[in-house]
């Protein structure tokens, strides 16, 4: 096996590659990539068991090959090189010289045999949307995924396609996140829930391009991600997710409309008077023209007045400034709406056209 | 007490103080910052028992006084209340109370009867240099000092003043830093050690100005730099520093000249081959032109050429290869000067002019 590429193209690929990588495990050749050289490039594979990454960089292949080798051990060599072509050249004891400069590494590969290659899977169905759009889904979404892996279905995402319209929503039992979005076609009804991890890493190798495609097809237990020259497979979450549509009411006693930089600042310096563990709550007290925000704790107290915009019933409500902080971080409104029942209800912020809708369960009050 | 400054000014002076406000203490006292409102500003006070900072913000003062309140805590506010004035209140019973725009904290001041406050020095002598010249001083010197609380002297830094010469140095048994530059003005033999923490901290105040001078003034037991509105109090190490001018030789056997970044580059790529713990070296084999290196570990090996003018004999030696790269880090030269005796003696990287002279002990080579 035999074949040179830029450093720069290397780097890229292993990169992506390495987010499949695990940093700890007590199987040690998943800290290994897979190189094969063929055509006119190479394949890196990785996989941690859950998830799995190929992604292809384009190398002059000399003679072709497949080899195992510590990823991370690769990925910092090639790294630190200088900038120029990088050779590689594995001999008949997997040994794996590279060369770049006057620069010669020596390093053991492994037989690629041992390796758990990624699965085929027999998709059933399909869609296809924008790297920026997915990318943003699951931003809005991703902070309230729960990581109680006792209630393993919650640690994932829905993922649900009708007709046109796509809906993320993601839910720890105290909130709840739902993102939507208009597809350009219609699609037959899916419902999957992917695991939190999964999102997570995907979303760091996206672009965020909104010209760039990323193609989502389903099986019954996995779920494949295609962009560029990266495809990112991934096992399901199996079990019936949460029904949300029934925590969604529209008979709210209290609109609040209120600039979200104003808002956002104060919950923010609300939060200095809590230690790590404290749950304190924030004590909004809604009246006609402003939200008079309170909070206690053991170090302090603190209270300041925000202008709001009112319709309906005044109203006091306590919540866990930290979510509050999370929902304010994702949206990019100028103005926030807020809805609410009564003291003890779900305060819910959604825009208009309900393209986001959060829930946050309000902390018990006297 | 009662007084307004600008949150950019509190922010400044704060962040001055907490220098020496320690991360973890027995002493909860120890965590706080002393505010003196008087004439034209308030002045900020903290004090590590080792380290003491004095700092003066500027504030309109309505009413005189003196209190004490934990410095992370204040500044963590300061920092997040909007870009506004901000208004400091104490009351009788030590309660504070600060607005800014329309936030207000209340947060519970103590009496500062309890907090060591600075000790008045008794001034022996005095030298005057830039802000620039003493933070490059520290910067190519503090990487080798020890971190061995047993043996005191060489955590600390030799300050030693001659005439016009002003020398600092550092070591720590496997190496020597010592750095020298000539001052504008002929002193009285100043010899002292300095904490090395104390030279850490001072460094990350200084601007690094080489228009804004800084006084360092020293008693029997403490060293006091004052610069701009602030004073820096620190104790210093007592005892005898190792006298290096033994250790000085010029009878070396080999000389070499290599272009730095080159030679930086190809131990970096060496380290690659070290876990944590690992201390193998790199060889040097020096020939008439050129170094050539090898690394030899568990995980594999590398061998790299660099170009070189060579005067003297061949000469191989094993250095630790991160002691090599601490002194290339903060040489400024393009190209630097290796001076060899043999190769079980020290390594010399020093210029010609001897502003910087580094040993670094080899590791004995069968």
Sequence with gaps: MKFTCTKNDFNNGISIALKAVPGKTTMPILECVVIEAK??????????????????????????????????????????????????????????????????????????????MLPQI???????????????????????????????????????????????????????????????????????????????????ILSGDAEEEVKISFSKNHVLFEFGDTMIISRLIEGNYYNIEQMLKNNYETQVKVNKKEFYGCIDRATLLLREAEKNPVILHINDEEIQMEMNTNIGSMDEEVYIEKEGKDLDIALNPKYIIDVLKVIDDEDIYLYLFNSNAPCVIKNKEESYIYLITPIYMN
């Design 39 to 116: 055509g006119d490039g190479i394949i890196l594979t990785t996989n941690d068991m859950q998830l799995g990454i190929e992604t292809k960089v384009p190398a002059e292949v000399k003679e072709e090959g497949i080899i195992l080798v510590n990823a991370r051990m690769i990925a910092d060599i090639v790294r630190r090189f200088p900038e120029e072509d990088v050779h590689f050249e594995v001999d008949e004891n997997n040994s794996i010289l590279l060369f770049c400069g006057k620069s010669k590494f020596n390093i053991p590969g492994i037989d690629h045999e041992e390796f758990p």
């Design 122 to 204: 027999e998709v059933e169905n399909e869609i296809t949307l924008s790297q920026f759009t997915l990318k943003e889904m699951i931003r809005k979404t991703i902070f309230s995924i729960s990581d109680n892996e006792s209630n393993k279905i919650i640690t994932g995402e829905l993922f649900e396609i009708k007709g046109t319209e796509f809906k993320v929503v993601s839910l720890d039992l105290v909130r709840v996140s739902i993102c939507k979005i208009q597809l350009k076609e219609s699609y037959d009804h899916i419902k999957v829930v992917i695991p939190g991890k999964t999102l997570n890493e995907i979303s760091k």
